[in-house]
């Protein structure tokens, strides 16, 4: 099972979150090799540190939780990705990839040692209660959060449907922490929603890419394309979509694609070099498509976004996204546990890795922030970038301001509000909408540019 996503507070870690990468199925068989002679003393110095602590602690404590202690501080010096999975938090991953888990539905990364909410999913207890992205979890319960691992918070805020549990939450600009009762609920993921928001214009919001994402992105296309003046345009929006299967990925992306690369990966050893190319037939052509993003999405969003972007297939519009940019894989152990280790990196058709850089829209549209119908001043997201351990960019730096403003400059002509407020209450999408209707035109400005 291979999954790309940003990290997650329902595992979302991975799914979401980002979670977060590449997950293989199979068993796992261990290349056994030749110890060397460093390696064998520091494998000494643990066992006789082991047998220390277990015989000199104030209280006596079972070897199983010292390993397993041990496992999981080695897991997380490497990177925010990598982690062991207990036999059940293992389940709970592989449940999350049929997109339906027992939870609150937040996406969380670890930012300064506080654990941050990424984004909450659609629909859930989470949502539902006006928890935002940027809040900060002080406390689960009455257990401050301060350095817990994303896996033990997960792991918290797991629970049976009906189930309560309290989160304090600070938020920016408001001095009192913020406490939250809610109501543990069975999460159900609708991965793929559709409508249609104008004549000939279609909308298909992809949540996160579970199995069948791209079943029902296929039926909605056909759906959308069935109604009276077929399909002239469409808005794919990929904001605040966490990751996924990357399968899914490849397939969302093979559907706006004839051919070429969509993606490739690289790693220490020749199984991690793999390169996925779109070959499906009677792919959707016949329409222009503007993506949409924030910081919110991630890894196998990016991996369809950077596709669609590098093979001129479509307009990516909105903020810069996530940056996650590593492939993780499930590696099962035989006591029903996983290790999911940071195995390689992704790469965009023309060799861009956006680790730490994410994908830079080709119109930046800032998203109007609001609170209670008023403007606010905008916090800045969580990105791979902030959290702390992440892998560097093989090809660089981030882009710069410069280069952020320039990329500003590509005006999108503006229409009349369409009466539908959910369309003229979002910038982004009335923005993606008003350039699929003047389509011509802005290619016209843009050759003019070029």
């Known amino acids: 099972m291979k999954k790309f996503g940003r990290h997650g507070g329902s595992i979302t870690i991975l799914l979401l979150g980002v979670a977060l990468g590449v997950f293989l199925a199979g068993r796992w068989v261990p290349n056994v090799a030749a110890v060397s002679r460093q390696d064998y003393e520091s494998l000494d110095a643990f066992t006789n540190i082991l047998s220390i602590v277990k015989k000199n602690y104030v209280e006596e404590v079972e070897t199983k939780n010292l390993v397993n202690g041990a496992i999981n501080g080695m897991l997380t010096s490497l990177d925010p990705h990598s982690a062991y999975l207990t036999p059940e938090l293992y389940k709970d991953l592989q449940q999350d990839t049929q997109g339906r888990f027992g939870g609150l539905g937040i996406e969380i990364a670890v930012k300064s040692g506080v654990l941050t909410v990424v984004s909450p999913i659609e629909d859930t207890p989470a949502f ?15 257990e401050f959060t301060k350095d817990m691992s994303l896996v033990d918070a997960v ?6 449907r009906g189930t309560k549990i309290n989160l304090s939450i600070k938020r920016e600009g408001i001095a009192e922490l ?10 159900r993921v609708q991965s793929v929603r559709s409508r249609v928001l104008d004549s000939g214009y279609g909308y298909i919001r992809l949540a996160q890419f579970q199995e069948r994402a791209d079943r029902d992105a296929l039926l909605a296309l056909e759906k959308l394309s069935a109604e009276k003046g077929g399909l002239k345009g469409l808005v794919l929006d990929l904001r605040n979509n966490p990751g996924g299967l990357l399968t899914q990925a490849v397939r969302v992306s093979d559907i706006f694609l004839e051919s070429g690369l969509i993606v490739y990966t690289e790693g ?5 070099k793999q390169k996925f190319y779109a070959q499906k037939d009677n792919s959707w052509m016949d329409f222009p498509v503007v993506v949409l993003v924030n910081g919110g999405s991630a890894s196998a969003s990016e991996i369809v976004a950077g596709a669609l972007q590098d093979q001129k297939r479509a307009v990516v519009l909105g903020t810069k996204t996530f940056g996650k940019g590593s ?9 029903s546990s996983a290790l999911r280790l940071t195995t390689a990196r992704y790469f965009t058709p023309a060799g861009r890795s956006i680790q730490a850089t994410g994908i830079v829209p080709d119109i930046i549209v800032e998203a109007a922030a609001t609170q209670d119908g008023k403007p606010v001043e905008r916090r800045p997201g969580v990105r791979e970038e902030n959290l702390p351990g992440h892998l560097q960019n093989p090809n660089g730096g981030n882009q710069t301001q410069e280069q952020i403003d320039k990329e500003k400059e590509k005006m999108v002509p503006t229409t009349a509000p369409t009466g539908d407020e959910t369309i003229d209450n979002d910038q982004q999408l009335k923005r993606a909408l008003d350039l699929l209707k003047s389509w011509d035109v802005f290619k016209q400005m843009v050759q003019k540019k070029a």
Do not use: H, W, Y
């Open 327 to 335: 492939v993780q894989t499930i590696l099962p152990l035989d006591d």
């Open 178 to 187: 913020i406490d939250f009762q809610l109501v543990r609920d069975t999460i």
């Open 155 to 160: 792991k918290k805020m797991r629970g049976p």
């Open 128 to 142: 539902k209660a006006g928890i935002k992205p940027g809040d900060m979890i002080f406390k689960i319960e009455d």
């Open 268 to 272: 220490r050893i020749e199984s991690q």
